[in-house]
């Protein structure tokens, strides 16, 4: 039971510190690195885009690299991208060198989930095996509280703040080695079927994660430039909301318990649907920023339990491949954000901060729609 407890713990640590800070702490931080790189928005867009490339490579040499190496190994090569490309982008002085540094923490994140899911499916009994994951993901929400919180005390000095994410990578991968039991899955996890995307309810999750992902770009990557561009908010304002929305997401924790008691029909509906009221909100946030801060705040708790719930769903339908059944929802999750990032800022460009948002919250809910036959 400890030791079940050590390996969840350092699993959604890694998970904090791969999404949470080496991923997402990008759009945090961006309105500081613009300004002192000379970074436009469509150049920023595609240096958040590659963040969202390089995660989805990552999913992919998990799926190649699976039966080769441990749950363990993979995971301690998140670690390390995480660190390593937290590390590049404090010293980067050009878009160039930013790019590879959050190209690589992006890589990080796509190490991290298919390792974790196939090490739940190992140690942890199967009726705990729903609400691990779920807790797991949750880890996101804390690494952007934790972000936001360092940026609201140390304003202005992002490169002293991804020095410090480094410090913390380095010592989340030496717990991870350690809590990760040495021993492969028993679940076959070597190399990857495109056969299994043809079971029932597999290619309509992916299909609605991959419209998600497209959506989320406008509040991962640009909500925090937005707030402070078009409205007005201050970086203070900002790490705030930033707090706010990772403190609303740690609420996905639940979204095991919720589907059990809800089922994931309902939960699928319920977090899309507030993603797209977020959009809308942020958009909102013109007339008065409070709205700001409620956009941020519903978004936190609806993207986490979305992403939950297609984790779940995508594990149930795939039993014998936990790895795959995570792996193609966020791998399709990431390929929306892959190009959402770019194409959000060329939107803003032409047609305007709220354009581009309306234009946005349509794929997700679109994303409703189209559903896993799991419940």
Not at 16 to 39: K, N, T, V
Not at 119 to 130: E, T
Not at 313 to 342: S, V
Request: proline share 3%.
């Amino acid at each position: 039971m400890k030791r079940g407890l050590n390996l969840v713990a350092a699993a959604f640590a890694l998970t904090a510190l791969s999404y949470g800070l080496a991923r997402f702490a990008y759009g945090l931080l961006l309105p500081q690195i613009r300004a002192e790189l000379s970074l436009d928005a469509t150049a920023a867009g595609w240096i958040g885009s590659s963040a969202f490339a390089a995660y989805c490579v990552g999913i992919v040499l998990t799926f190649v690299c699976g039966g080769r190496l441990t749950p363990r190994a993979l995971a301690a090569f998140a670690g390390l991208a995480a660190t390593a490309g937290m590390a590049c982008i404090m010293v980067a002085s050009t878009g160039w060198v930013l790019g590879a540094g959050v190209a690589l923490a992006g890589l990080s994140t796509g190490l991290t989930s298919p390792p974790l899911a196939s090490a739940v499916a190992a140690h942890i009994v199967a009726d705990g095996r729903a609400r691990a994951n779920a807790v797991i993901n949750a880890g996101t929400a804390v690494g952007i509280v934790f972000s936001g919180m360092a940026a609201a005390l140390t304003f202005g000095a992002w490169r002293e703040l991804y020095g410090l994410f480094a410090l913390i990578g380095a010592a989340v991968t030496l717990w991870l080695w350690c809590a990760v039991p040495k021993a492969r899955s028993n679940e076959s996890t070597a190399g990857i079927s495109l056969d299994l995307l043809r079971r029932p309810g597999v290619a309509t999750l992916c299909f609605s994660a991959f419209a998600m992902g497209l959506s989320s770009t406008a509040i991962w990557t640009f909500g925090a430039d937005i707030l402070r561009g078009a409205f007005g908010v201050s970086d203070t304002g900002i790490a705030w909301a930033w707090i706010a929305l990772g403190t609303a997401g740690a609420s996905g924790a639940a979204t095991g318990v919720l589907i059990d008691r809800f089922g994931t029909a309902r939960m699928h509906t319920g977090a899309l649907s507030a993603i797209v009221v977020a959009i809308l909100a942020l958009a909102a946030s013109g007339f008065n920023a409070a709205f700001g801060f409620v956009a941020m705040s519903l978004f936190g708790a609806a993207y986490i339990m979305s992403s939950g719930t297609y984790l779940i769903q995508g594990i149930a339908l795939l039993p014998d491949r936990p790895d795959l059944g995570l792996g193609f929802p966020f791998l399709c999750l990431a390929l929306g954000q892959t190009a959402g990032a770019p194409l959000f800022g060329a939107a803003m460009g032409v047609m305007g901060v709220t354009g581009a948002l309306f234009t946005f919250a349509l794929p997700a809910f679109l994303a409703i729609f189209p559903r896993s036959r799991h419940r």
